[in-house]
Each structure stands twice: as structure tokens, then as C-alpha cells.
């Protein structure tokens, strides 16, 4: 048996969706449909220009969680006088 929504493998016989669809399913009846998807078509769909800058974003957010942490007198030290 296929899933209604994405015809993947249903995990059982007396369900309508599969795993990943029954979440979706269940994030949309917490949130309400609108909200889901206002948060899909700003987030999923983008034009290339955007992707990439999604894309620069958060490298640039994982570059600043990975740098090891400076503390005050560090900072003090970088500044020009």
C-alpha cells in the first residue's frame, strides 16, 4: 500500500500516510494550516538568488558557532587604538 500524500511505503495497512507524512499531518493540526504553509512558501520556495544567500547565511552561522569563544579582554586586545 502507497501513502495518499507522497506514495511512499505505508508502514500499515490501516493508515492513510506514511511516517513522515502522518508528522507533517500532525504539525499542521498543532500549528493550523495557514501558518504551515506561510512557513513553506517563505522558507521552501525561493529563486536561486535567494537559495544561495540561505545557502551564505548559514555558513556564515556555522563558522560562528565553531570559532572558539573570545572573551572581553581578547576583544580589547583586536580593537584598534
Known amino acids: 500500500?502507497?501513502?495518499?500524500?507522497?506514495?511512499?511505503?505505508?508502514?500499515t495497512w490501516t493508515g492513510y500516510f506514511c511516517?513522515?507524512?502522518q508528522e507533517m499531518s500532525?504539525?499542521?493540526k498543532v500549528y493550523g494550516?495557514?501558518?504551515?504553509l506561510d512557513i513553506l512558501?517563505?522558507?521552501c520556495i525561493r529563486n536561486k538568488k535567494q537559495i544561495n544567500n540561505k545557502i551564505?547565511?548559514?555558513?556564515k552561522e556555522q563558522e560562528q558557532a565553531e570559532a572558539p569563544?573570545?572573551?572581553r579582554s581578547q576583544?580589547?586586545?583586536?580593537?584598534?587604538k
Open 75 to 80: 576583544k580589547k586586545k583586536d580593537q584598534p
Open 69 to 71: 569563544v573570545q572573551t
Open 41 to 43: 512558501r517563505t522558507t
Open 33 to 36: 494550516t495557514q501558518e504551515v
Open 56 to 59: 551564505e547565511n548559514v555558513k
Open 19 to 21: 511516517e513522515s507524512c
Open 1 to 11: 500500500m502507497s501513502c495518499y500524500f507522497c506514495g511512499g511505503y505505508r508502514e
Open 26 to 28: 500532525r504539525i499542521t
